[in-house]
């Protein structure tokens, strides 16, 4: 029995041939229909070069399972989920690697209203059984058919902005050479046909699995240039980059500056406030006064949650929320199924700044000023636990406010922090935000105090 090393906390993720090939991709297709028995399910692909071969070995593992596909060709993760909720079907399989490098590939799986499967829900039992390989002999095989979702995607899209009150725009969206092009096409040929006057400008807009202009991923700082410097030549109003699989979107304002993920958390709360007072909304414990201020102004509940679209997602069900949002750029919205989506973003921030009449710098930097923040920083540590213990100890005598909700936070009143282990690495995460109004010391005061702590 060969163990299979691709499986993670949330996904699967291997280096291809090694640890994920098209032996292993028709495994866990027959094992997710063998345990599921769904009678239909849909699948889809990013741009990756690897993947429409992975995807086709996926398929070829569901048929034999006795499982009828629907394969909606080249899409985003997001179309997955969106097929899974939204058509007669059973569940769905993406086969994308995301931001991580070439020579990777891997699986986000869901069940029925695109629930996820992660390890504590079933990842687990499709492992084993693709590692034992004993699968039952089935009569009844399969059939594929192609579907194009694009269209129902689209409409569902547009159901989250009134394109009456649109005004005018200019926007750069920059697909990273991954999957997001076809959908920004789309969607702007749906704008010409409802008279929303908002130009695109378009840049590495062609998919192309060889990501001659790098991997997408605009988290990182050397990723945002292009972006960047669109927006300056072109004076729009906001500038937009995907990630690979364009399950997450990031923002730049007019004078081409990336806005942390944070702040947009209390952008995309305002615009379902400005909807609907009352609304709840979740959000993780990293960085949350800002969170707070937004939903209280606006007269919305914020709740809070563990990291992690599993916790959030959860957390969401059980309070009927509106919106979910992590300051690492992932966004759940109820209307969505409670999945998150990279296109919903920017349509609500185009909706707040045309609601506002406001700019993205004037509406972001009014936050900014009130509570400024460190970014994540992250620390490579022999011993995280004892890390953290080091850090509690030397505030005690301060007696801040404690909350263990993720990781530590420590609550000063002027000033927090949140200290937490990764799940993936063996790295220490932090974050420090501070309330400028009740506060004399520069953020670059706590970020040197607590990097001497953890490294000294």
């Not at 095989?141 to 159901?159: A, C, R």
């Not at 957390?315 to 989506?341: I, L, P, Q, T």
């Amino acid at each position: 029995m060969k163990k299979l090393s691709c499986f993670k906390a949330y996904d699967i993720r291997g280096k291809l041939g090694s640890e994920l090939n098209e032996e292993v991709a028709y495994k866990i297709g027959r094992a997710y229909g063998q345990i599921y028995q769904p009678k239909t399910i849909v699948v889809g692909c990013d741009v990756r070069l690897t993947s429409e071969d992975l995807k086709q070995a996926t398929i070829r593992g569901l048929n034999d399972a006795g499982v009828d596909v629907l394969d909606l060709g080249m899409t985003g993760t997001e179309e997955v989920y969106f097929g899974a909720f939204h058509l007669d079907v059973q569940g769905g399989i993406e086969i994308t690697a995301s931001h991580n490098p070439m020579d990777y590939n891997g699986m986000k799986l869901v069940r029925e209203n695109a629930r996820p499967i992660s390890a504590d829900t079933g990842l687990k039992d499709i492992q084993a059984l693709a590692e034992n390989n004993e699968f039952a002999e089935v009569t009844n095989k399969g059939t594929t058919k192609k579907y194009n979702i694009l269209p129902e995607f689209v409409d569902h899209l547009m159901s989250y902005i009134d394109p009456a009150k649109i005004r005018p725009m200019k926007l750069v969206v920059n697909a990273g050479n991954g999957a997001a092009g076809h959908v920004i096409d789309a969607i702007e040929i749906k704008f010409k046909e409802l008279n929303i006057p908002v130009e695109f400008i378009k840049i590495h807009h062609e998919a192309d699995g060889n990501f001659p202009n790098g991997i997408p991923n605009p988290i990182l700082i050397e990723n945002r240039a292009s972006t960047r410097d669109a927006v300056i030549k072109h004076s729009t109003d906001l500038g937009i980059a995907w990630d690979g699989d364009f399950d997450r979107c990031f923002l730049f304002d007019e004078k081409g500056q990336f806005i942390e993920g944070y702040y947009i958390v209390g952008l995309l709360a305002q615009a379902f406030l400005l909807k609907q007072t009352g609304e709840k909304i979740v959000h993780d414990p990293r960085l949350v006064w800002n969170t707070f201020d937004v939903v209280e102004q606006y007269q919305g509940t914020a709740i809070q949650s563990k990291s992690g679209h599993a916790f959030i997602k959860d957390v969401m069900r059980e309070h009927n929320a509106a919106y979910g949002g992590e300051m690492s750029a992932h966004h759940y919205f109820r209307d969505f199924a409670y999945c998150d989506s990279g296109m919903i973003p920017w349509l609500l921030a185009i909706a707040v700044l045309s609601e506002t009449g406001k700019s993205l710098s004037s509406l972001v930097e009014e936050m900014i000023a009130k509570f400024p923040c460190s970014g994540e920083i992250n620390f490579k540590v022999a011993d995280t636990q004892a890390t953290i213990q080091k850090i509690f100890d030397h505030y005690a005598d301060q007696q801040p406010e404690i909350d263990q909700t993720d990781g530590v936070s420590l609550n000063f009143g002027a000033w927090r922090f949140n200290v937490r282990a990764s799940n993936t690495e063996p790295l220490l995460r932090l974050n420090i935000e501070s309330r400028r109004d009740q506060n004399p010391r520069p953020m670059q005061a706590y970020v040197e105090e607590l990097t001497q702590l953890i490294q000294g």
